[in-house]
């Protein structure tokens, strides 16, 4: 970053990040605010239809094709149409996603009622 070349710094993370997954690329989508940002994520193997540029507005450009515009609420209603589903048979059987995020977390466990419920 010092060098002014934060693409890589960001493309070393992002191949640490990879190297933990062994063979399989754990990226699936890119989203960035910098030019750099599409170049970083082509670099770890994300496809250039699944790069976005974001400008201040918040209205993100398609990398392939800078015509495309869309915003974060137009992808929430798409996003299971784009996205993968976690839980998809592709998934590995031994990751527990929900474990681990946020919902998961810091989810309360549900209280243990003891005794015959009444129904009124």
């Known amino acids: ?3 002014r070349n934060p693409e890589e710094f960001k493309i ?14 754990p990226f699936f989508a890119g989203y960035g ?11 770890v193997g994300i496809p250039t239809f699944r790069i976005f540029t974001i400008n ?5 450009r ?7 515009q869309t915003s974060y609420p137009e ?13 998809g048979c592709e998934t590995d ?6 474990e681990f995020s946020s919902f998961g977390f810091w989810r309360e466990d549900f ?10």
């Open 12 to 25: 070393s993370c992002l191949k640490e990040i990879q190297s933990l997954f062994g063979d399989k690329n």
């Open 75 to 87: 992808q929430n209603s798409v996003v299971d149409f784009v996205f993968p589903p976690v839980d």
């Open 93 to 98: 059987p031994d990751l527990h996603f929900q």
């Open 111 to 120: 209280p243990i009622v003891m005794g015959p419920l009444e129904l009124n």
């Open 33 to 43: 605010n910098r030019p750099n940002d599409a170049f970083s994520y082509q670099s």
């Open 1 to 3: 970053v010092i060098d």
């Open 62 to 68: 398609h990398k392939l094709t800078n015509t495309f």
């Open 56 to 60: 201040s507005a918040g209205v993100l």
